[in-house]
């Protein structure tokens, strides 16, 4: 009867026991940073927060303590002058006329650039053959150094050996009295940075807008051409809408971008003629380091942080209310 019940009763055996026990007694595990998600979060992140603190924080901090003080180069003292610095800056008329042109540079230069972009983007999304080498060749503006292709855009605007003004002429585009200084002119000079700003960005805008248009689903370019859309109505009820918050996530990297660019205005224009071309980080170079006046080159230099931070803010509340509707 005994040997029924445990047969129809089972419980564990006496080696169970003994592990169980064991495993009850052992201590417990101290539990490694690698092993918790939130220490392997905090520890991967953390040479990303360095460099960024390095490569940006000490800049931006060091800045602030130049702009408050009388420090030259050269100089081996220097003292806190308050905000003497941002008063002669806004008693300054080149100051506000960079800052101008800057706007107007930026602004124009990324209408240009979003809306090619956009071109580019429906033109590349398409299947036809040798498309792998097309999506190449546009990128090579991006991925080349910005220096090397100002210095080839200075050749393609030179005076006397422009390829522009060569091609216009055997096409009978310019007259024989007409001979643009693209460089020496005040509005063509501002044609031009925007214009080789333009080709630097354009791949940038157009890889991230393709990415959004690959990510829209194909059943609803399959249910709006059952339903009758024709392009247009396809492109601004469904493509537009779907892609904005991506759109405009390139449209606030190509503002940081070309807000603060030194490289396009110091190797083509150097600022002029006249100032025409100078904009907020050519005129804080200009006068931070080649005047030698650190602290009012370091002033100018901090008007483009709250600007960069209002446009941010904008844009990606602009973009995250658009996600919502």
Known sequence: MRIAD?????????AEREQRTSFRASPRRR??????????????????VIYIVALVGFPFFLAIFYSVSDATVGSTTLHFVGL?????????????????????????????VVVLGKILAMALYADFPGKWIVRFLILLPWVAP?????????????????????????LHLFGPGFWPIW????????ASIIMVDVWRLLPLATVIILAGMSSIP??????????GAGFWRHLFRINLPLIMPIMLVALLFGIVFTFT???VVYVLTRGG?????????????????????????????????????????????????????
């Open 183 to 190: 460089l020496g002119q005040p509005d063509l000079a501002m």
């Open 84 to 112: 003497r610095n941002y008063e002669r800056i806004l008693h300054d008329p080149t100051f506000w006329r960079s800052l101008s042109n800057a706007v107007a540079f930026t602004i124009v230069s990324q209408v240009l």
């Open 273 to 325: 003629p006249f100032d025409s071309t100078q904009v907020i980080a050519s005129y804080a170079y200009f006068t931070g380091v080649q005047g030698g006046d650190l602290a009012t080159g370091a002033a100018i230099s901090l008007f483009l942080f709250p600007v960069l931070v209002a446009v941010a803010i904008v844009f990606l509340t602009i973009a995250k209310r658009s996600e919502v509707t």
């Open 31 to 48: 539990v490694q940073p690698l092993d918790d998600e939130t220490w392997l979060g905090r520890i991967l992140l953390a040479p990303a």
């Open 218 to 227: 194909q059943d609803i370019h399959d249910a709006a051409s059952v339903d």
């Open 261 to 263: 660019d030194l490289i």
């Open 146 to 170: 910005i220096s090397l292709g100002s210095i080839g855009w200075l050749w393609i605007f030179d005076p006397v050996y422009s390829v522009i003004n060569w091609i216009g002429r055997a």
């Open 6 to 14: 445990a047969a129809s009763h089972p419980g564990p055996l006496p």
